[in-house]
Every structure is written in structure tokens, then in C-alpha cells.
């Protein structure tokens, strides 16, 4: 099973794709996740990309098609995948279908999780994650236990995105009206598409993508 999940930064794509990979047994496939590693590793790819996402603009067509095209094609992804982060451009969504039909695989759900942008803002403001084992926390809506201390693995070390600052989050929304926002009327038009309401608790947001894809 092959699921695209869509929706502003900070709708919860990430979250719940962790969420769908332990459910489903199939593998989430970030591409944002992705770039971080190339910029980390200092790939040519990752050089390309750094300033790119620092600034909160999109990352071109070209690079992340063929690095997803990679991914796709690993053991990994047999049982399935989740896309978050990608499609984010019509001519990415293009793109998409004509290379999983090449590949002679399809997408079975696109679900789009919908969240309104003032919350989606202190929701990304205000998150971080255990350097450790990369656990979530949020500042306000979820702190650890212990301050300071990861309640999954114990470390003390923790990290923040370096494009979670609030005017980078600006550019990140913008980027997300003008170029990824036209997907969802894309795919609308397909007939395949299917809504959350991504305000709602985690949980119960889980709950209601595993009813959509059952
Ligand atoms: P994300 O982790 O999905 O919020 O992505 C972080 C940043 O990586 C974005 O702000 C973009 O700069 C870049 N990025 C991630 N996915 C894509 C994509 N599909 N197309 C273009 N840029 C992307």
C-alpha cells in the first residue's frame, strides 16, 4: 500500500507517518528527512539544497525526483510507502505518476491533513526532538517528564530544525500556498483524494486515517 500524506508544515505529516509505518508496516519516505541527511552528510546534493531550505523555499523539481526515484527502488519500500513532503509542486505530482507507472506501481490513498496556519506556526516554533533516539517534544504541548530529560531514551541532548524559526516558517507557509496548495486541488480532481482535520488530538487523528484507509 502506497500513501501520499499532504498538508501544510506542522499539519502532522511527519508524526503520523511514523504512526502508519508502525501500523502498516510500510516505510515512511520524507524527503525533507532525506535532504537533512545530504546537507548533514555535505553531499553535492545536500550543498545544492542548504541554502534553499534554510530560506524556506523549495528545493527544485529535478533533485528531489530523482532522489526519491532512488529511494523508491530500495528493498525497503516492497510492502509500501508514505510520502510526506512529496509531492509538493504540480510538476512533482506529474512526475510522481509517470514514475511509479514505469515502476508499475500505484498510489492507493492521498490524504491531505488540514490545519490552519496560526496554529501550524506555534506548533512548529516551539517543537524539537531528542538528539538520541528522535523522539517529538513541544515546548508548550508536550513537554518531557523530567525538563530536559527524553522520557523515551533518557538523553539530555536535543535538537531543533534549523527552518523552525518563525520567519523561515513565513517563506515555508508561502511556499506551501502558492506551489503545494494547488495539489490537493489536483488530485481532487482525480477523484483519490480524502481530508483530515489535522487540529484534532494525534490520536485522534490516527484514528481517523486508519478508518479512511481501513
Ligand atoms: P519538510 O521537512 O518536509 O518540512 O521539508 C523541509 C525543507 O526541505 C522544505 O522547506 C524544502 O526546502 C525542502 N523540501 C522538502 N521536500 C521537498 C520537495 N518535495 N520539494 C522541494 N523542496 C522540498
Known amino acids: 500500500?502506497?500513501?501520499?500524506?499532504?498538508?501544510?508544515?506542522?499539519?502532522?505529516?511527519?508524526?503520523?507517518?511514523?504512526?502508519l509505518e508502525d501500523i502498516y508496516g510500510i516505510v515512511q519516505l520524507s524527503t525533507g528527512d532525506?535532504?537533512?541527511?545530504e546537507?548533514?552528510?555535505g553531499s553535492d546534493l545536500g550543498k545544492q539544497a542548504k541554502g534553499i531550505?534554510?530560506?524556506?523555499?523549495l528545493v527544485p523539481d529535478d533533485l528531489i525526483i530523482n532522489m526519491i526515484?532512488?529511494?523508491?527502488?530500495?528493498?525497503?519500500?516492497?510492502?509500501?510507502?508514505?510520502?510526506?513532503?512529496?509531492?509538493?509542486?504540480v510538476p512533482q505530482a506529474d512526475?510522481?505518476?509517470?514514475?511509479?507507472?514505469?515502476?508499475?506501481?500505484?498510489?492507493?490513498?492521498?490524504?491531505a491533513i488540514e490545519a490552519d496556519s496560526d496554529a501550524v506556526v506555534t506548533r512548529i516554533t516551539g517543537r524539537y526532538t531528542c538528539s538520541s533516539c528522535g523522539a517529538g517534544y513541544h515546548d508548550e504541548f508536550q513537554k518531557p517528564e523530567q525538563d530536559g530529560v527524553c522520557d523515551k531514551c533518557g538523553s539530555t541532548d536535543f535538537t531543533r530544525r534549523a527552518d523552525d524559526n518563525a520567519e523561515t516558517?513565513?517563506?515555508r507557509l508561502a511556499a506551501y500556498e502558492e506551489q503545494t496548495a494547488p495539489i490537493i486541488a489536483y488530485y481532487g480532481e482525480k477523484g483519490t483524494l480524502k481530508t483530515v482535520d489535522g487540529m484534532a488530538d494525534?490520536?485522534?487523528?490516527?484514528a481517523k486515517l486508519k478508518e479512511l484507509i481501513g
Not at 34 to 37: D, E, G, N, P, S
Request: charged letters at 25%; glycine letters at 16%.
Open 1 to 19: 500500500m502506497n500513501l501520499i500524506l499532504l498538508g501544510p508544515p506542522g499539519a502532522g505529516k511527519g508524526t503520523q507517518a511514523k504512526r
Open 34 to 37: 532525506m535532504l537533512r541527511a
Open 39 to 41: 546537507v548533514g552528510s
Open 53 to 57: 531550505m534554510e530560506s524556506g523555499g
Open 69 to 89: 526515484s532512488g529511494r523508491i527502488d530500495q528493498d525497503d519500500c516492497k510492502n509500501g510507502f508514505i510520502l510526506d513532503g512529496f509531492p509538493r509542486t
Open 95 to 111: 512526475a510522481l505518476g509517470a514514475m511509479l507507472s514505469d515502476k508499475g506501481l500505484k498510489i492507493d490513498y492521498v490524504i
Open 169 to 171: 516558517v513565513r517563506n
Open 202 to 206: 494525534i490520536d485522534v487523528v490516527t
